[in-house]
């Protein structure tokens, strides 16, 4: 995992309480249950801490997978494998 | 007593052919083909052996097949325990054996509930099923409507008891107030197994109105287009949705919400700085605000538009309802106390239960505290009983900090409710561990968590201390534990 890859992993462990195995792009709100408007506000807060990049509110009412932040990020030059 | 069915039955009646759902997916149902499920719905219950004056779970998601199981079980003369289709496993089997339930019903089976008995599947055939005569609906007087779970302070949920009565005096004290007509037109994201929720459905059915269905609140910008393009008039939520919205769409909100009635929010206190956003943003819609509990629904209620100086309060009574703070023989005015309210909207107590110590002559002891002003508005303040308040869904700190108690981990703990920005307060643990404390214990006590509770039960964060302080008499110093937090 690039260190990237490890400080979302880490910051969604933290919020959505997923298990590493659930680190995978295409899971979302449908595959992770604490995937709720609430966590999805605190996704936003806490990209934008952890890595310096704020996410607009479309973006943030457009995340519908974890690939999907990734792709948010990507956008504005934070590589992940 | 009239069953609320009766309501629906008459709006029917009148205006058959009248749009009364609109689903997720956009399908609309007249008040004439809702009629037609619900009535198939409670012929189905009748093949299946439940009979009038039976206890029957709903655990459902905000749907259209929901509202029909409903009214078919009203209609029925059953009594309904609306569960929410999130709730674990172990909620639903406790409240099943808490009212010896007779069946539970449910569109799907999740993980995990396939071991609780006399389970029935809603009918994905239901258009096919015979209908129950009209004659038969309701023809069995059962003053029990609802039995509504709330958190208790032992950590078991206590199951409020709602009689047709209450419902439909809460229904006429909103009508007389906000004044919901036949056009009037709901999007409502709130859960419809929460008395919020559903009592809105309630007043709608009655009145003709129409109620657009959305599971949840979600993609914002949607909603906000959906409320424009189908010219919605209400729009009940909480202060944690509409914080959510104003901080991030309040142009969009602004530029769809203008034809908006009624806004109308209830569950917990909401910051002034957020009431005086809406009433700029939207100065045309009336916005209203409720205070009352599962106990003693809609108690009070204040439209700000009118009362722009009081917009740190609830508002005053409704009608019929009588609300108090301190003693009933003197009460107190300008000082805080614990609020006591009392009047047809309040309920007779708990399923199985001796509920007097609830009561206070008469008067139903809220376990909130507040402060009434010379001309009868009540502020909230708090609360005298250690229940948390997760932006309208309540909590026990002792059902989490039993969970929590079941790890190897945790040699003692305690619960509390932080100050939080959105929702008003969040689940905060304190734990003296066995072992090492980190990050890494923190992330497995709350997957524990996670495995057992509710997501919004789930501590937001978890801190680790030597020793939770108690009174000599052993009780939780929890007011110490939270000023420890906002200092």
Request: glycine share 8%.
């Amino acid at each position: 995992m690039s260190p990237n890859d490890r400080l979302l992993w880490r910051l969604l462990e933290d919020i959505l309480l997923i298990e590493e195995d659930q680190f995978r792009d295409e899971y979302g709100p449908d595959e992770i249950e604490t995937w709720d408007s609430l966590a999805m506000v605190n996704i936003a807060s806490a990209v934008e801490k952890e890595f310096g990049h704020a996410m607009t509110p479309e973006e943030m009412v457009s995340l519908g997978s974890i690939g999907d932040i990734k792709s948010i990020l990507r956008a504005r030059g934070v590589r992940f494998e | 007593m009239r069953n609320i069915a009766e309501n629906f039955l008459a709006t029917a009646d009148r205006l058959p052919d009248k749009t009364f759902l609109v689903g997720t997916d956009n399908r609309r149902f007249t008040y004439g083909e809702i009629l037609g499920r619900a009535r198939r719905f409670a012929g189905f219950l009748e093949s299946h052996g439940v009979d009038p004056g039976d206890r029957i779970i709903l655990s459902f998601p905000n749907t259209v097949d929901y509202l029909c199981a409903y009214l078919g079980s009203l209609m029925r003369s059953c009594t309904v325990m609306a569960v929410d289709f999130r709730s674990r496993p172990s909620h639903l089997a406790y409240v099943k054996n808490n009212c010896a339930v007779k069946a539970w019903v449910t569109p799907k089976v999740l993980p995990g509930f396939d071991g609780i008995p006399d389970r029935i599947l809603f009918p994905p055939d239901l258009e096919s099923l015979p209908p129950m005569p009209m004659g038969k609906l309701g023809a069995v007087a059962n003053p029990l409507a609802l039995i509504m779970h709330t958190s208790g302070a032992t950590g078991f949920p206590k199951g409020v008891c709602l009689s047709h009565d209450n419902l439909q005096h809460t229904i006429r004290s909103i009508t007389s107030w906000a004044d919901i007509k036949e056009d009037d037109r709901e999007l409502t994201t709130l859960s419809l197994t929460h008395l919020f929720g559903l009592a809105h459905v309630h007043i709608y059915w009655t009145h003709g109105g129409t109620v657009y269905l959305e599971e949840k609140l979600q993609d914002i910008p949607r909603l906000l287009q959906k409320i424009a393009d189908e010219k919605i008039t209400s729009f009940p939520g909480t202060p944690g949705g509409f914080k959510m919205i104003l901080d991030q769409f309040a142009d969009l909100f602004a530029k769809h919400g203008r034809q908006l009635k009624y806004i109308i929010v209830n569950s917990a206190p909401m910051a002034e700085e957020y009431i005086t956003k809406i009433l700029d943003l939207l100065p045309d819609t009336r916005f209203y605000m409720y205070y009352g509990l599962t106990e003693a629904s809609r108690s009070s209620y204040i439209c700000y538009n009118d009362h722009r100086d009081k917009l740190r309060t609830v508002g005053c009574p409704t009608p019929g309802s009588e609300i108090i703070v301190g003693d009933p023989s003197n009460p107190l005015v300008n000082e805080v106390g614990e609020v006591l309210i009392r009047g047809p909207q309040l309920t007779r107590g708990y399923w199985g239960m001796d509920s007097s110590e609830f009561f206070l002559d008469g008067w139903f002891r809220t376990g909130d505290l507040g402060i009434m002003d010379g001309e009868g508005f009540l502020t909230w303040t708090g609360r005298l009983k250690e229940q948390i308040n997760i932006d309208g869904l309540k909590l026990s700190p002792m059902e989490v900090e039993s969970v929590l108690m079941e790890n190897p981990r945790v040699r003692d703990c305690a619960v509390v409710g932080a100050p939080d920005e959105l929702t008003g307060e969040a689940v905060v643990g304190f734990v003296v561990p066995r072992g090492e404390p980190g990050k890494d214990l923190e992330i497995e006590l709350r997957r524990h968590c996670r495995n057992r509770l509710e997501v919004y039960k789930i501590p937001k964060k978890i801190l680790f201390v030597d020793e939770i302080p108690r009174t000599e008499a052993g009780k939780t110093k929890r007011v110490s534990l939270r000023d420890r937090l906002i200092s």
